[in-house]
């Protein structure tokens, strides 16, 4: 099993539309846990941290459950723009500190 | 203030050659990072730094040597090149370990 997983889609969605997308961990000793944003050929970027009482930051809304062990993003009134990967990113430190990326979800947003 | 930069920004090798890719921050940060991105695999890290003059692996660190003499640069060695290592590699640094700020990667093809 891996350590991170993540639906890899692609999810197609018209604009407008809510999508939600899940990531599921493996180590209950997992510590931090971020959602990034990778458009083709280029570099993740940061699109939120995920908080244990849960975060929004415009349309965006970040969930952790760490009793289930799974981070979500829900993205409401999607636009053009959203199309992109969205990767999830958990951190931990076990005897030297890890990170873990999923191999990401692909959105498609079409008008 | 430039972020991350890493260069070159492509490279093809034949079998067996050597290179050094060069990444470097003026973010004052800690921590750097090398990663490795390949199709369906997500990011993989190679070996990462949590100060100047120190390093340790990552997840996939045969083959790949680091150094870090100085804060603001990680340097990434190739000292054989293989077939395999065939990739896109990706430098990020980060204040303590959380929020991860990326260069705009590495494209590099070993024949």
């Known amino acids: 099993r891996k350590e991170v997983e993540q639906d890899p889609g692609p999810f197609n969605v018209p604009e407008g539309a809510t999508v939600a997308f899940n990531c599921t961990y493996s180590n209950s000793a997992s510590q931090s846990f971020f959602w990034y944003r990778q458009d083709c050929r280029k570099e993740p970027k940061l699109l939120m941290s995920?908080?244990?009482s849960g975060n929004e930051d415009g349309r965006f809304t970040a969930q952790l459950n760490r009793a289930s062990q799974y981070i979500s993003l829900l993205i409401r009134d999607s636009k053009l723009s959203d199309s992109a990967t969205y990767l999830c990113v958990v951190n931990f430190n076990t005897g030297g500190f890890k990170t873990i990326f999923g191999a990401g979800t692909r959105l498609f947003v079409k008008a | 203030n430039a972020g991350v930069t890493q260069t070159p920004k492509f490279r093809v090798l034949k079998t067996g050659q050597s290179m050094t890719l060069l990444c470097a921050q003026d973010m004052n940060h800690e921590y750097m990072y090398w990663y490795r991105q390949d199709p369906g695999m997500g990011l993989r890290l190679i070996h990462y730094s949590v100060g100047e003059g120190t390093t340790a692996k990552g997840e996939v660190p045969d083959g790949y040597n680091v150094s870090r003499l100085k804060k603001q640069n990680f340097l990434l060695g190739l000292e054989s090149a293989a077939p395999s290592q065939t990739s896109v590699y990706f430098c990020?640094?980060?204040?303590?370990?959380?929020?991860?700020?990326f260069g705009p990667g590495t494209r590099l093809t070993v024949l």
């Open positions: 995920v908080y244990s």
């Open positions: 990020a640094s980060s204040p303590l370990g959380n929020e991860q700020f």
